[in-house]
């Protein structure tokens, strides 16, 4: 039955449904609704868990890490700021192979100081070795919070659920939650093969030479390409077990026929498929909804851009003096297509900026009849906004001041 | 058998070792390291039903060069400023769990101090049961000796060199027991490897008092110190008996020990031992100077926690450095 449910109460319900042992964050818009959810459970006697609302986001993190070590099931959520805080400790966590899931709560980060929705808290640690999986939905967030730790736990990955700060924790909308005999019977116990235990002592986070270093990182990387597949489990067996399934890696929408694509993350889809559907023009569009960027599945991206002449993706992120971030990596992977499409790299929806319905009519207008690939461009800016020296049409500075 | 023959005999030699021993010889710390020893009385006093979260430092560097590790308890490192909060976590999982194991908190003066204050200071407000040991040894030693909030006034170290503009460090050693106690904790301490049984009697004190609990152990560091590697203890209990680094425990906030000095003894002769003091012996003005605050530091030390001994004490300074093993003595 569906409940109305803000996204983050949401969240928070299923959080408490995986049965946490121990929760640790700190507040920061927009994640704190989710922190808050919980805290009235745990008030409430609904949930058993030690509740540690830290100092900050670097111990957030940190409480996580030690609670999961010590064998328990350990949760935290963040966004922005809190992300970039805890960016030491995130590196860590996935480098020690500790499972544990993070709500993060996709905000801009600052200067200037944005609350609002991008996802260049999580881009900023893409590197850092966790599974991100993005939610386009609420249900989506939902769902792929209970796979997430069971995908966690299953691979000795920490995982982030990336779910877009506002449009989805904010929003009110019907939704359904799992049943408790649902999540008992998908996701078994905890477990940390690597634990902390006083009866067989092992030292964790230790120093390797460079003898050994670049083996540590091998097996890191070996381990989170290998988690593709149990992303992948983890969701068919999700929908068998409630009805309900993610799209795995990257799922394919809209018009499997058309020549054109549209590749995104987050809930930008939901605007862009009842664009689609209410276009006057009638122009269809095939939707590639990417689910985990990492690890990016390049192999089922190659298979859903197959028959494609022109891909745009749609980044909602930026790195600066570079441009898109997912583009570049869309690009690359499709270099290894006999055929790969045109890839026209555009962002949109920095630090919160409206995504509206005709966003997909501009995102198509912008590439049509291009005869090459677009320069990458912020398709929604205001230069006019800038002083004439900070415009895109400024001339290059030729010699240092 | 003589007292001759039993110092040499192996057996009566593993008799007398603790029972357990948390940190395992062959780590590769330097000759003399007073923070090696400190964290041996500290891990054989707190038993094998202990977890430890290291900060990042000497200790973690040396003892887990992997694929090779010198703890026999289970021990992780995380990163520089988290093991206060690395360590609430462990608590919060072992509390959630239901079982009894302790939780250890080591870090140096840098991860004290400095850069793991605040997860400090939060791991207290919120009354973790965790003993939190920072070993002191008043300088960031693992980077190459780089002065940090706990490095005495007027120390030299690679970031506070003495020249003709400066002489060493122009702050003041930050006073983190005051710190801790201002947290109104059951129990912080401060103690030094000079002081062995006092050292392990405090760990077990902390221990048993349960809750969010601290303990700084000085801690010699012959290296950045500057001080011969057979000093360490010597130099250490100058420390202590200079009023330098006054012993003693704190509960609730509230004074109630101290270990008295027997023979209140000079600064300069703890000063004298040490490289990272030479320049405040150049006999010229600005040295002088520099002792007269240091031996002021020390002086208002012993007022204000009535340090001077009458020489009668129980325990005296002489008296309770003796090293006894096998913790019969404190059972």
């Known amino acids: 039955m569906a409940l109305p449910l803000e996204g983050s109460q949401a969240l928070a319900r299923t959080v408490a449904l995986c049965r946490p042992q121990v929760v640790s964050a700190y507040p920061i818009t927009p994640q704190t609704h989710i922190v808050e959810g919980i805290a009235r459970l745990v008030a409430d006697g609904r949930l058993e868990c030690e509740m540690v609302s830290v100092e900050s986001e670097h111990s957030a993190a940190s409480v996580a890490l030690g609670a999961a070590a010590a064998g328990s099931r350990a949760y935290t959520a963040s966004a922005s700021q809190g992300i970039l805080l805890m960016s030491e400790v995130l590196f860590d966590i996935a480098g020690m192979r500790v499972p544990l899931v993070m709500t993060c709560a996709n905000r801009a980060v600052s200067a200037p100081l944005s609350i609002w929705n991008d996802h260049q808290d999580a881009m900023a640690v893409r590197d850092a070795g966790w599974i991100q999986l993005y939610c386009a939905s609420n249900q989506e967030a939902v769902d792929t919070t209970v796979q997430a730790f069971r995908i966690a736990e299953h691979c000795s990955l920490p995982v982030m659920v990336c779910v877009d700060g506002f449009t989805l924790t904010h929003t009110l909308e019907p939704l359904e939650l799992p049943d408790q005999d649902q999540v008992d019977a998908y996701l078994p116990a905890y477990r940390f093969a690597h634990g902390l235990n006083p009866a067989e002592p092992r030292s964790l986070g230790t120093l390797v030479s460079p003898d050994h270093f670049t083996e540590a990182r091998l097996g890191h990387h070996g381990a989170l390409q290998r988690a593709l597949g149990a992303i992948e489990a983890a969701d068919a067996d999700w929908a068998a077990v409630s009805g309900r399934g993610c799209g795995g890696l990257l799922e394919v929408r809209g018009d499997p026929q058309a020549r054109t694509g549209i590749l995104v993350m987050g809930s930008v889809l939901g605007t862009l498929e009842d664009a689609m559907d209410a276009d006057p023009k009638g122009r269809r569009v095939r939707f590639l909804k990417l689910r985990s960027f990492r690890p990016f599945p390049a192999e089922a991206l190659r298979q859903a851009c197959q028959g494609l002449d022109t891909l745009i993706v749609l980044d909602r992120a930026l790195s600066p003096g570079s441009g898109g971030i997912v583009g570049p990596e869309v690009k690359a992977a499709l270099m290894d297509m006999a055929e790969p499409p045109r890839v026209h790299n555009l962002a949109a929806g920095l630090g919160g900026r409206d995504l509206p319905l005709d966003l997909y009519g501009r995102l198509l207008e912008a590439v049509e009849g291009a005869d090459g690939p677009l320069p990458f461009t912020l398709i929604d800016a205001d230069p006019t906004q800038l002083p004439e020296a900070d415009r895109p049409d400024a001339p290059l500075m030729q010699e240092a001041p | ?331």
Not at chain 2, 244 to 271: A, H, N, Q, S, W
Not at chain 2, 317 to 325: C, F, I, L, P
């Open chain 2, 1 to 331: 058998m003589s007292a001759e023959t039993a110092r040499h005999d192996a057996k009566t030699l593993r008799h007398q070792q603790p029972r357990f021993r948390g940190l395992e010889a062959g780590h590769r710390a330097c000759q003399g390291c007073g923070e090696a020893l400190a964290a041996r009385l500290v891990t054989e006093a707190a038993g094998p039903d202990v977890m430890v979260a290291n900060a990042t430092g000497c200790l973690e560097v040396f003892t887990t060069p992997w694929p090779q590790s010198a703890w026999r308890l289970p021990w992780i490192h995380s990163v520089f400023g988290n093991a206060a909060a690395v360590a609430a976590g462990m608590e919060a999982a072992l509390k959630q769990q239901g079982r009894r194991t302790r939780v250890l908190a080591f870090a140096g003066d840098g991860g004290t101090f400095d850069i793991g204050f605040q997860a400090l200071s939060g791991m207290m407000e919120r009354g973790h049961d965790v003993l939190f040991v920072c070993f002191d040894n008043e300088a960031y030693m693992n980077t190459g000796v780089q002065r940090s909030g706990s490095t005495p006034h007027a120390a030299m170290t690679n970031t506070s060199p003495p020249g003709t503009a400066r002489m060493g460090k122009r702050h003041m050693k930050k006073d983190i027991l005051a710190i801790l106690a201002a947290h109104r904790i059951p129990y912080a301490a401060t103690a030094s490897v000079a002081y062995p049984s006092d050292l392990r009697k405090k760990v077990r004190r902390a221990m048993d008092t349960g809750g969010p609990v601290f303990l700084q152990v000085h801690s010699p560091c012959p290296l950045g110190w500057g001080h011969d590697s057979d000093l360490t203890v010597q130099v250490a209990r100058l420390a202590v008996q200079t009023g330098l680094f006054p012993l003693v425990e704190m509960e609730r906030g509230e004074l109630i020990g101290t270990l008295p000095i027997r023979e209140v003894r000079p600064v300069t002769d703890y000063l004298r031992l040490q490289q990272r003091f030479r320049h405040l012996f150049a006999g010229d003005f600005r040295a002088e100077k520099e002792l007269e605050h240091l031996q002021a530091i020390a002086d208002r030390n012993i007022e204000r926690f009535e340090l001077r001994g009458g020489g009668k004490e129980r325990y005296d300074t002489e008296g309770a450095d003796t090293v006894h093993r096998g913790g019969d003595r404190w059972a």
